[in-house]
């Protein structure tokens, strides 16, 4: 089952050879974690390269003051990039990884990590065509932080997760490296214009067009 679940979310395993395949199996290890679980965090030393078979899988900075951004998701099918240059690089975390969700993840050793690299040309292929994808998404990062307003992150914010948006104030306003205060009072002025509805946990968007408007400013 392990075998079928890794070869439907992570097709490039397919072209390993069948005797290196059943090696990988035997040394990877399942691993399966609830919500809110911290899987790593920044200073601690990294002990291999994870697989997301299920669920998805936060990945945070934190500054000295305690605010949190996101730096990106990783979700079924791709590996975590971090964990990839600290084996590389032989460093430890610098940044945090928390379970979205429940997860299920296939932990590959390190060592095994270094063998595939210099062995597997489409184990190669995949990792750096990884990294390539995630350089896109910090840059875009860097570049809304730097130079877009926050409500305009936030109106963006809101069309790409909606029309319904499960996520406490703090946790948006961790994605967007801002504060909750902050944040809350650009939704509720979003809501008296009526482009949301706020809950418990939950912003549901009624007007895209309108927030579409506001992520252009």
Not at 67 to 94: A, F, K, N, T
Not at 136 to 165: N, S
Request: hydrophobic share 45%; aromatic share 6%.
């Amino acid at each position: 089952m392990i075998r079928d679940d890794l070869l439907q979310r992570f097709p490039v395993f397919a072209e390993l050879p069948a005797a290196r395949l059943e090696a990988l199996l035997a040394q990877a290890q399942l691993v399966r974690a609830p919500a809110g679980a911290v899987l790593f965090d920044a200073n601690q030393p990294c002990r291999g390269f994870p697989l997301l078979l299920e669920g998805s899988v936060r990945v945070t900075k934190a500054a000295p003051s305690g605010r949190e951004i996101l730096l990106y998701r990783v979700e079924p099918g791709q590996g975590c990039i971090l964990s990839g240059g600290c084996l590389l690089g032989h460093s430890d975390y610098s940044a945090k990884g928390m379970a979205e969700t429940d997860i299920v993840l296939l932990h590959i050793p390190g060592g095994l990590f270094h063998e595939l690299l210099l062995e597997s040309e489409p184990f190669r292929h995949f990792v750096f065509s990884m990294y390539g994808e995630r350089l896109a998404e910090v840059m875009e990062l860097v570049e809304a932080v730097a130079f877009q307003r926050l409500d305009a992150r936030l109106a963006q914010l809101l069309i790409r997760r909606g029309p319904v948006v499960q996520a406490t104030h703090q946790a948006l306003a961790d994605e967007l490296g801002s504060v909750r205060e902050i944040v809350s009072r650009l939704l509720r002025g979003f809501e008296e214009r009526g482009w949301v509805r706020l809950e418990r946990e939950r912003v549901t968007v009624l007007d895209p067009k309108a927030l579409a408007t506001q992520s252009r400013g």
